[in-house]
């Protein structure tokens, strides 16, 4: 025998039409700041506030602009530990790992320092022009720092020509002063 009764309705299609009523406040706990309460019923007493927050003034505007722009001229060196720990890691010899390592030391700085007036068009200002300049110089700086690193690894790794013979071809190889035997 079939039965002509709807199913019931699942427990949690219940809690969602009628939701338990909300458990009382505790006295003496001030809610957090920016904290509304429950939106159907606004809550009255002595520690709610609601006051509107006032607009920073230009030069509050001014000191955090100033604050961002040091964060991005200083995010260059944020990176060269891991950086030179991975070309310490990646060994001196000519291989694919070495070459990518050695490729993005070098264009990561190239198109940072290409890019450096777009970096902090965001922040300058008529008043803070002065101040955004010194940013931008250790921005560079830091920049020049960070391929510094890799030319340290390319010049380990031997690519650098630093010596007289690897600019003349005909110079002669040096001799030895003293020589080795193995022994058995």
């Given at each position: 025998m079939a039965s002509n009764q709807a199913p019931?309705?699942?427990?949690?299609?219940?809690?969602?039409?009628?939701?338990?009523?909300?458990?009382?406040?505790?006295?003496?706990?001030?809610?957090?700041?920016?904290?509304?309460?429950a939106?159907?019923?606004?809550?009255?007493?002595?520690?709610?506030?609601?006051?509107?927050?006032?607009?920073?003034?230009?030069?509050?505007?001014?000191?955090?602009?100033?604050?961002?722009?040091?964060?991005?001229?200083?995010?260059?060196?944020?990176?060269?530990?891991m950086t030179a720990i991975m070309m310490y890691m990646s060994g001196n010899s000519l291989q694919i790992f070495s070459i990518m390592m050695v490729f993005m030391a070098f264009k990561n700085p190239i198109v940072g320092l290409m890019s450096t007036n777009q970096a902090f068009e965001r922040f300058q200002t008529d008043s803070n022009s002065g101040q955004i300049l010194q940013t931008k110089l250790v921005y560079v700086a830091m920049q020049f720092l960070a391929l510094a690193v890799g030319i340290w690894k390319i010049n380990s790794m031997g690519l650098l020509p630093t010596t007289r013979s690897d600019w003349m071809m005909w110079e002669n190889l040096r001799e030895p002063v003293e020589h080795a035997i193995l022994a058995l």
């Open positions: 019931a309705e699942p427990y949690w299609v219940a809690q969602l039409n009628s939701p338990p009523a909300a458990k009382s406040k505790v006295a003496g706990i001030v809610d957090p700041p920016g904290f509304s309460g939106p159907t019923a606004p809550k009255k007493g002595k520690d709610v506030k609601t006051q509107p927050r006032k607009p920073p003034s230009a030069d509050e505007r001014d000191t955090l602009k100033l604050k961002k722009a040091w964060e991005v001229a200083l995010a260059p060196v944020k990176g060269l530990p």
